[in-house]
């Protein structure tokens, strides 16, 4: 048989999201008494102890007295308490008209091309309301699971689901605020990045694949799923180029007042490659994809 690991102590490091030189190791069963402070920017970030995330975006600790950012429709949607309660409660559930195959298959997937982190700490992106994160933190696979997303809300249901399931955090998980297009870890500091149906919701999904490149080590994986364009089930048939035509009379398509961008496979193949992604492999079914990339090793050559 094979001999079990002991479980690693307890930690996360985290990183001033403005300059992310500055780290923070965070234990993610701290009471969260005490803001971060990056005496290099000059800025304290919040952690929230009622709900029990730290938050490591641009602007928490911060008052927006007179300039006001406008967010994205797919980002603001989330933040809405409303939607957070119900996501679960049969939004996640519908998304089977587009071929997604379930939490628990899609689960299963993931973990199967997540193998290679086994032991290492896993970064839950865009983690909504937990629905992976906590599945990821009962399988013990991970030495560590860090459950982030930019809605509050969101966060706070990941919480409460926690409590209510009698989840005891042991220190493994952390409930993380953060902003995919800055994110708060050093380079080259994570394992695996997962992103659940999230990569159409993002407002600028170069910038967004940029920072996960940048926070992967070498080796490190890239798993997410999300929405294909309306002509992907004829363009598995005959070719997604010879079928692309269709996706022109699609009204849910980007460009017509959507907040989500639905996609094409070679358009996720050819981000990838943009940010230094590699090994590009998936899973098609219908209007839904699961793929995952790898960030390259090191050559000798380049290693110093």
Partial sequence: AEPI???PEPGFELACPI????????DGARSFNDPLHCPRCQRTFNTD?????VDLTLKSGVSSNVYKESLWGGVQIFRNPLVSFVYERGWRQGFAWAGFPGEQKEYDMAMDL???AYN??????SCGSGLFS???AASRRFSGVIAADYSESMLRQVQQTFDSSGFVNDGSVLLLRADVGRLPFPTGSLAAVHAG???HCWPNPTAAMAEISRVLRPGGMFVASTFLKAAAPLGEIVGDERAGFLNRFDPTSAGTGSNYRWWDEGELRELSE???LVDFQRTRRMRFIMFSVKKPMLSLSNSG
Avoid: H, N, W, Y
């Fill in 197 to 199: 149906a999230a990569i």
């Fill in 5 to 7: 690991k002991p479980a």
């Fill in 274 to 276: 943009t940010v230094g």
């Fill in 19 to 26: 300059c992310t030189d500055t780290t923070f190791d965070v």
């Fill in 134 to 136: 906590r599945r990821f």
């Fill in 114 to 116: 997540l193998q290679p």
């Fill in 49 to 53: 102890r009622t709900s029990g995330f």
């Fill in 120 to 125: 290492e700490v896993l970064l839950d992106m």
